[in-house]
């Protein structure tokens, strides 16, 4: 009998083990694909992994703007995925050995729940049983499939296809969806000259994100040759010889094609709960995801869920480590550690976007009585060396209290900025305690000081 079995390890199930372990507890994990999940192998790590070879392609051909003139630049899109390889599997490397080093029990195979009763439950995994005293959930999610005619033809992509692998070198694509897949996949094709257009279903892309945020991205990916229809609704995808083409509907109304050599869907992800229950188990699911109270627990007795495969959870990597942490303290008693509800968001376009807290529409149409400083990355020294000019860092407090309440950055590093920010929302900080904080010069960071000081 183990202690804790954690079924998928995705950065929500590694970090689980990592913590049951490091409390002493038996941890068994089980994987049927491979260690380090969706993130390391087919999201995040290799999406900004190729983001930087097409960053670097981009910046020798424009170098020019910088006094360095190149010619002869050649693109080598098999060695950007060699590359890519290495760095998920150093990393897949490492979190072997700590696997290793917490001895957590590693079983490469598909697990399902047996059993579930007041005491344990059973998985089997290949033609063994394991039980377990408390069993956490972390599989994740998979790409949403949206319902329309042609979406099984070959050339029809996801981004598993797109990041894992050889890639796909593809001289033209369309996406469908412009959320943070779609956009971070346009800016990688777009900055190796591939000809891209997005189909967005909503007015805007990003739609989460503030408005300006998605119109300044709208801005750069325009600048980038990227083709963006709104409020597309596509209809059918048919196959021409080698050529793919999407009907849809555009803004007015009219009908369009557009053809190219894939379509990448990028509508979103799916809880993966397929085939995890037998035997007549039923969890409480909501459109396939685990149905959990606010300490992760789910309708089954000694079942949890963190991640993706939770219902109502940001489809996030952080947000499923920090579910992971407090999840085994909840499960040995302890205390919650992390704050779930404060969620820094990032897209690592050019300029990074990142988010926190409450934007300026958010707080209007809460009522809350705000101030609101906007600094341009054209004022900061840093931004103009790293040739990000075009941006901004936007900072809400309260206003009688001074209090920091959300953040939005258009900006070089904004992805690394959002850290000080979030630290400084989850500790009340005021305006005035950041801008009596002194920031190094020349960096970005100096946006943060610059804003601060105005709202005081
Ligand atoms: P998403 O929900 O961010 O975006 C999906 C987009 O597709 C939305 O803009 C939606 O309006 C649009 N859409 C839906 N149906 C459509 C249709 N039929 N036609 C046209 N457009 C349609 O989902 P995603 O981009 O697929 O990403 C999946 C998850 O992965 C998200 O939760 C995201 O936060 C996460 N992710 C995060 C990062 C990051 O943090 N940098 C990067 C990649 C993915």
Redesign the pocket.
């Known amino acids: 009998m183990f202690d804790i079995a954690i079924i998928g390890a995705g950065p929500g199930g590694y970090t689980a083990a990592d913590e049951a372990a490091r409390r002493g507890k038996s941890v068994v994990l089980f994987e049927r694909n491979l260690l380090g999940g969706t993130c390391l192998n087919r999201?995040?790590v290799p999406?900004k992994a190729l983001l930087r070879s097409s960053k670097t392609y981009a910046e020798a051909i424009g170098g020019s703007e910088y006094g360095i003139a190149s010619s002869g630049v050649q693109l080598d899109f098999s060695a950007m995925h060699t590359r890519k390889a290495k760095i998920v599997t150093s990393l897949r490397d490492g979190l072997t050995k700590l696997m290793k080093k917490d001895k957590v029990k590693l079983i490469e195979g598909e697990a399902q729940i047996v059993s579930a009763n007041d005491a344990s439950c059973t998985i089997v995994c290949g033609n063994m049983e394991y039980e377990a005293r408390e069993t956490v959930i972390a599989t994740g999610?998979v790409?949403?499939r949206?319902p329309?005619p042609g979406i099984e033809l070959p050339g029809v992509l996801t981004?598993d296809d797109i990041l894992e692998g050889e890639g796909k070198d593809l001289s033209s694509l369309i996406i469908?969806?412009?959320?943070?897949?779609?956009?971070?996949c346009a800016e990688i094709y777009a900055a190796l000259g591939r000809q891209v257009t997005i189909?967005?279903?909503?007015e805007r892309?990003?739609?989460?994100f503030d408005k300006e945020i998605a119109q300044r991205v709208n801005m750069h990916l325009k600048k980038s040759n990227v083709k963006i229809e709104i409020a597309?609704?596509?209809a059918e995808i048919t196959q021409q010889d080698d050529i793919l083409c999407v009907r849809y509907c555009n803004k007015k109304g009219d009908e369009q094609q557009i053809c190219a050599r894939g379509v990448l869907i990028?509508?979103?992800?799916t809880a993966e709960t397929t085939g995890l229950f037998v035997n007549n188990i039923h969890a409480k699911l909501e459109h396939g995801a685990l149905v959990c109270d606010n300490d992760g627990r789910s309708s089954l007795p000694h079942v949890w869920a963190i991640g993706?495969v939770r219902a109502g959870t940001?489809?996030?990597a952080h947000v499923a480590m920090a579910q992971a942490r407090n999840v085994i303290r909840v499960i040995c008693h302890e205390e919650q550690l992390m704050n779930e509800q404060l969620i820094p968001?990032?897209?690592?376009t050019s300029p990074e976007v990142a988010s926190i807290g409450i934007t300026e529409t958010e707080a209007k149409e809460r009522g809350l009585l705000i101030r609101t400083a906007k600094v341009v990355t054209g004022s900061n020294a840093k931004c103009l060396i790293e040739g990000g000019d075009s941006g901004y860092l936007k900072l809400i407090s309260a206003k009688d209290n001074g209090r920091i309440l959300g953040a939005q950055l258009v900006c070089p590093r904004a992805t690394d900025l959002i850290g000080e920010l979030t630290v400084a929302i989850a500790q009340d900080m005021t305006a005035a305690q950041l801008a009596a904080v002194i920031h190094p010069h020349p960096t970005v960071n100096e946006l943060i000081a610059e804003a601060a000081l105005q709202l005081i």
């Open positions: 999201g995040c999406t999610s790409p949403k949206i329309i981004s469908i969806g412009g959320g943070v897949i779609g956009v971070e189909l967005e279903a909503m892309i990003l739609p989460p597309a609704r596509v990028a509508t979103g992800r993706d940001t489809q996030l968001s990032c897209v690592y």
